[in-house]
């Protein structure tokens, strides 16, 4: 019986409240959660998280512009299988010769086609009972993929090429499956139509406070409040490429290192901020704007 | 039950058919939906596949369950107070607590906090509660008490709901949303507290509980006010607003990103050698390189208008893909040359412009409207020859189609190459174009 209990999140992990209800209908429904939103806001982390806070199994597969359905699933290793097969037929000629040393097949059977079946993280998944299957950035891979995972999805059966056998769970024990996005390219409405959505908004000010709190414990409140104050200012002046969590807490990362006064004073100045900005148009773009107005920026980001 | 509900929702452009009422029918007997809140959530994931979608949604279940109808551009909070549910709801409210002394804008807080109360709102009160009241528990309080009470009696009464058969729990659930229509009758059958919430009829009980604005109130508020949960008029012209959208047609035009195939001559060259053994050999077929010239009309005041956006726009879809943008200027039309510059000072000669690469895909950007004698046999040759060259050749209009038939040098050159309304849905005409014509090797 796989797990339909509301999971809030842990220690490690801040799970909006939104998202956790979300998740939790989509387990008891037995659907795919499909996951959208800004890069940077969690999306993969919910699976993992979720799978270590209950010690329950993940499998991951990340979608890559290669992706296909057989590595998904399951293909059949035919080079493997032509290999053995000439393997008996040396052998046998071996023996008619009276040598004998013999070529080795691994245990493999050529008469057991499931020998050769080489199992994707779909059926791992579905083979253990409440397990977690993480689809990763399913907005990268070929036009065809999303379609081709369709026919599984809805009828939570898998048939394994050549061995012909069937791996099927039930709607008990499907796993929790999450699908991430970041809608580099629209998914086929039908293939949607499968899965339970949800987007994720940008988090606010109080709900990053949280965040924070959870990745960095021992962090200074003070710090905290001038970073985020910086961080939401630099998000509101039209960037390219707007930093996002991961690049806030990474920027953290870098700051906590410092005294609290120190800490300040980088954040107030921007130091470290190839850790939030990604393109040389944003950097000049802010230099700009640290540079013109240094004392509005100043004023903007000290807390009162 | 709920019949007319995928036809109401499709009145907002919202995908909805027989399977979202499964669907919900599945979340109602799995225990999902209890309260009005619950139900936004549940049809919010089965209904709502991208974030556009969140602004007709939010509408769209505004007018099916609560009859609250939200206009073009209003916002939630106004919606609300003028609705006639919510009129009923506050008289209600106000007879409930008749020595409340708060303003209208607390008053919609409390009624969304109500429509958007969910179970799992409910639990968290409760265990939360629970957790107070054992530390406190050497403070006996006659308040704390109470409300403990009541909050057990809560979950007693939840635990009682999911014993309603199905059936009559949907026909509770459609009674209560026509409750809406019809004229009230005072007391306890409004959506939120009297009927699907698990708080059941009446009673001191459902006001022990109060979520204070956190849930899914302010959710649709801030989807109400924020265009970016609307979806993107396809047929304007572009700007600042859809301007993604236009970027996502021009996506189109990237061919298919590298992929393996079987290499059928060096299989069979291969397996000959091994004697027979025919493993297959793959290749990777190479990605073909995107190039893409602009040829922009920024003369005249016609264009000014557009020039940024445009510029904008091709200048996003570089940083986004690596490849070879040219951009070029013309006034009003082309004739033995183009400009590399803005301000038209750099000429560069159609004989050296039609050397380039033909692969190039050429986007001619301009309203093709000038006096007629400008048009003269020079130009149209000059249009001539750039198709020939360039068979990926369109031209981007920004003049909205209706006007085209009245102007004439638009309809000659309109014969020469291909013209498309600078939209997002004229764009990706235009690429679909573009990709018919195929490959000129």
Redesign the interface.
């Known amino acids: 019986m796989a797990d339909k209990t509301?999971w809030t999140g842990s220690d490690k992990y801040h799970c909006d409240?939104?998202l956790?209800?979300?998740f939790?209908?989509?387990r008891?429904?037995g659907m795919p959660l499909l996951i959208?939103g800004e890069p940077g806001t969690g999306k993969t982390e919910l699976p993992i998280q979720y799978a270590r806070d209950l010690g329950l199994e993940l499998f991951v597969y990340p979608v890559g512009?290669?992706s296909n359905v057989e590595q998904f699933v399951a293909s059949f290793d035919?080079?493997k299988y032509?290999r053995d097969s000439?393997v008996e037929i040396l052998n046998a000629q071996r023996e008619e010769k009276g040598l004998a040393s013999k070529l080795t097949t691994g245990g493999r059977q050529t008469e057991n086609m499931s020998d050769y079946v080489v199992k994707g993280p779909a059926v791992n998944a579905f083979l253990s009972p409440n397990s977690v299957l993480l689809i990763d950035e399913i907005d990268k891979a070929?036009?065809e993929f999303p379609n081709d995972l369709l026919y599984a999805l809805s009828h939570r059966k898998f048939i394994l090429p050549e061995s012909g056998e069937e791996i099927s769970v039930s709607e008990e024990n499907m796993p929790a499956i999450v699908i991430t996005s970041n809608r580099e390219?629209?998914l086929p409405?039908a293939f949607?139509?499968r899965c339970?959505?949800?987007?994720i908004?940008f988090p606010e000010a109080d709900v990053m406070r949280d965040i924070i709190q959870k990745h960095f414990p021992q962090i200074e409140n003070k710090i905290v409040d001038v970073a985020l104050d910086v961080f939401y200012h630099l998000r509101n002046i039209g960037l390219?490429r707007a930093p996002t969590t991961r690049e806030l807490l990474n920027w953290l990362k870098y700051i906590k290192t410092y005294s609290t006064e120190e800490a300040i004073q980088k954040i107030e100045n921007i130091e470290g901020v190839g850790t939030l900005i990604k393109?040389q148009?944003d950097l000049e773009k802010i230099q700009r704007h640290v540079l013109r107005d240094p004392d509005d920026f100043k004023r903007r980001s000290t807390p009162n | 039950m709920f019949e007319s509900l995928p036809a109401r929702f499709r009145d907002y452009d919202l995908k909805a058919d027989v399977r979202t009422l499964l669907l919900l029918r599945r979340s109602i007997e799995r225990g999902l939906i209890k309260t009005l809140g619950d139900m936004y959530n549940v049809l919010r994931g089965i209904i709502v596949k991208d974030p556009e979608d969140m602004g007709p949604y939010t509408k769209a279940y505004y007018a099916y369950f609560l009859n609250i109808d939200i206009e073009n551009g209003e916002s939630l909070h106004d919606a609300i107070v003028r609705s006639e549910t919510f009129r009923n709801w506050r008289e209600d409210y106000l007879k409930r607590h008749p020595d409340l002394d708060i303003d209208l804008e607390e008053l919609v807080n409390r009624f969304l906090d109500e429509v958007h109360l969910t179970t799992y709102d409910i639990k968290e009160i409760i265990s939360g509660r629970e957790l107070f009241d054992k530390n406190d528990a050497d403070q006996p309080d006659d308040d704390g008490g109470n409300l403990q009470e009541a909050a057990r009696k809560h979950l007693e009464k939840m635990a009682d709901y999911s014993d309603i058969p199905l059936e009559e729990l949907l026909e509770r659930l459609e009674k209560i949303r026509d409750q809406q229509k019809t004229n009230h009758s005072g007391g306890s059958h409004w959506v939120g507290t009297g009927g699907i919430s698990p708080y059941g009829h009446g009673g001191a009980a459902r006001d022990g509980i109060r979520v204070g604005g956190t849930g899914g109130g302010k959710m649709a508020r801030m989807v109400m006010g924020d265009r970016k949960y609307f979806p993107v008029d396809m047929d304007s012209i572009i700007n600042d607003n859809n301007v993604d959208a236009a970027l996502a047609s021009l996506k189109g035009i990237i061919e298919e990103s590298p992929y393996d195939k079987l290499d059928v001559d060096t299989t069979i060259k291969e397996g000959l050698k091994r004697g027979g053994l025919f493993l297959p050999e793959m290749k990777n077929v190479e990605d073909k390189k995107l190039q893409v010239i602009l040829l922009i009309d920024n003369g005249g005041y016609s264009m000014d208008p557009y020039i940024i956006t445009i510029r904008e726009l091709f200048k996003k879809m570089k940083t986004r893909f690596a490849h070879d943008l040219e951009t070029y200027y013309f006034h009003n039309t082309i004739y033995d040359r183009v400009f590399s510059d803005v301000r038209r000072s750099k000429p560069v000669f159609i004989d050296r412009f039609l050397k380039k690469d033909p692969n190039y895909k050429v986007f001619i950007i301009g309203d093709a409207s000038m006096a007629p004698y400008e048009l003269n046999k020079q130009s149209l040759r000059t249009y001539l020859k750039i198709k020939k060259k360039f068979k990926k050749t369109v031209w981007l209009n920004p003049e909205p189609k209706r006007y085209w038939h009245h102007t004439f040098t638009l309809n000659i050159i309109k014969q020469t190459i291909d013209m498309f309304p600078l939209t997002p849905k004229g764009i990706e005409e235009a690429v679909q174009e573009m990709n018919r014509r195929g490959n000129n090797y």
């Open positions: 509301y409240k939104d956790a209800q979300v939790h209908i989509s008891t429904l959208e512009s290669k035919h080079v032509l000439q070929p036009r390219q629209e409405t949607k139509g339970i959505y949800h987007y908004h390219e393109t148009g």
